[in-house]
């Protein structure tokens, strides 16, 4: 099974911040990595697809970078609505990381 | 509007079943691979099951293979998660989710799109 971690597994941020989460797959996965956007009480929302590809409707201040084993999702400037629990998801056999929580510093 | 809506969930003793439902609207159904996807209490999210639009395919995480069955209703626009032999860690909110194929650069790449609300299930005597 491949296994996903993420770091950090929590972050206190500023809004205008610029923020990374890194994941890492035990196994090369090419570019099938996917993250979400998850808040309290709500079900989670797809912001990144195919490692780097921006989802319909996500701000432009998010974006997705890596391939093979090694991936990041960066918010260039922070606004209140991001904080938020971030997932990485790797599409092919379909696990989640652990989650990284986002909180206001 | 693209929704998904689940229900069925409950409190349920251990080894008992429980019958998950998710109805899908406005959007073909029968176009797309779903998901159940669950998220115990304070926890991160675990992929539970994928289905096939046909429901030739079915994959299921290694916890839950031989006691939860996936199936649908393409006629009635319906998923649905039957669970058996129930345990106290399978306590979770469980949702429903759209697989999304998306072309990028030649290879396609699947994410989940669109999400219920979710439903609860509670595992206890």
């Known amino acids: 099974d491949i296994q996903m971690t993420q770091s950090p597994s929590s972050l206190s941020a500023s809004v205008g911040d610029r923020v990374t989460i890194t994941c890492r797959a035990s196994?090369?996965?090419?570019?099938?990595l996917n993250w979400y956007q998850q808040k309290p009480g709500k079900a989670p929302k797809l912001l990144i697809y195919?490692?780097?590809s921006l989802q319909s409707g996500v701000p432009s201040r998010f974006s997705g970078s890596g391939s093979g084993t090694d991936f990041t999702l960066t918010i260039s400037s922070l606004q209140p609505e991001d904080f938020a629990t971030y997932y990485c998801?790797?599409?092919?056999?379909?696990?989640f990381g652990q989650g990284t929580r986002l909180e206001i510093k | 509007e693209v929704q998904l809506v689940e229900s069925g969930g409950g409190l349920v003793q251990p080894g008992g079943s429980l019958r998950l439902s998710c109805a899908a609207s406005?959007?073909?159904?029968?176009?797309?691979?779903m998901s159940w996807v669950r998220q115990a209490p304070g926890k991160g999210l675990e992929w539970v099951a994928n289905?096939?639009?046909?429901?030739?395919?079915?994959y299921y995480v290694d916890s839950v293979k031989g006691r939860f069955t996936i199936s649908r209703d393409n006629a009635k626009n319906s998923l649905y998660l039957q669970m058996n032999s129930l345990r106290a860690e399978d306590t979770a909110v469980y949702y429903c989710?759209?697989?999304?194929?998306?072309?990028?650069?030649?290879?396609?790449?699947?994410?989940?799109?669109?999400w219920g609300q979710g439903t609860t299930v509670t595992v206890s005597s």
């Open positions: 989710a759209r697989v999304q194929q998306q072309l990028v650069q030649g290879y396609y790449y699947y994410g989940m799109d669109v």
């Open positions: 406005g959007f073909t159904f029968s176009s797309y691979w």
């Open positions: 289905i096939k639009q046909d429901g030739s395919e079915k």
């Open positions: 196994q090369s996965i090419s570019s099938y």
């Open positions: 195919a490692a780097s």
């Open positions: 998801q790797q599409s092919y056999s379909t696990s």
